[in-house]
Nanobody, 117 residues
Framework: VQLQACGGGSVQAGGSLRLSCKFSGRTFSNYAMAWFRQALGKEREFVAYINWSGESTNYADSVKGRFTISRDNPKNMVYLQMNSLKPEDTAVYYC???????????WGQGTQVTVSS
């Protein structure tokens, strides 16, 4: 499995960004997907999860109501729409799959999101 994330950038607080992640190497619809993030000096943390069909999602409390995870199985893509961004959302964001417990087997390369106040 290969994962390629993109879409990060710098925005002001209150702004929006949409992250994308391209999946390849296996049958995408067999895999649940997730986004994690890691801020400088902090541990990597879970952000959002979506099951194989897109019918089930789950979010960290810190992003609930502001972020939306979605997927397009025919395009092998997973997305993270981030609205009402806060400075504390600043981190490197990773897409991941092969999920187990609080971790994952396969990781994308990460994309930087910076939110200024």
């Amino acid at each position: 499995v290969q994962l390629q994330a993109c879409g990060g950038g710098s925005v002001q607080a209150g702004g929006s960004l949409r992250l994308s992640c391209k999946f390849s190497g296996r049958t995408f619809s067999n895999y649940a997907m997730a986004w994690f993030r890691q801020a400088l000096g902090k541990e990597r943390e879970f952000v959002a999860y979506i099951n194989w069909s897109g019918e089930s999602t789950n979010y960290a409390d810190s992003v609930k109501g502001r972020f939306t995870i979605s997927r397009d199985n025919p395009k092998n893509m997973v997305y993270l729409q981030m609205n009402s961004l806060k400075p504390e959302d600043t981190a490197v964001y990773y897409c991941a799959t092969g999920l187990s417990g609080n971790g994952a087997t396969y990781w994308g390369q990460g994309t930087q999101v910076t939110v200024s106040s």
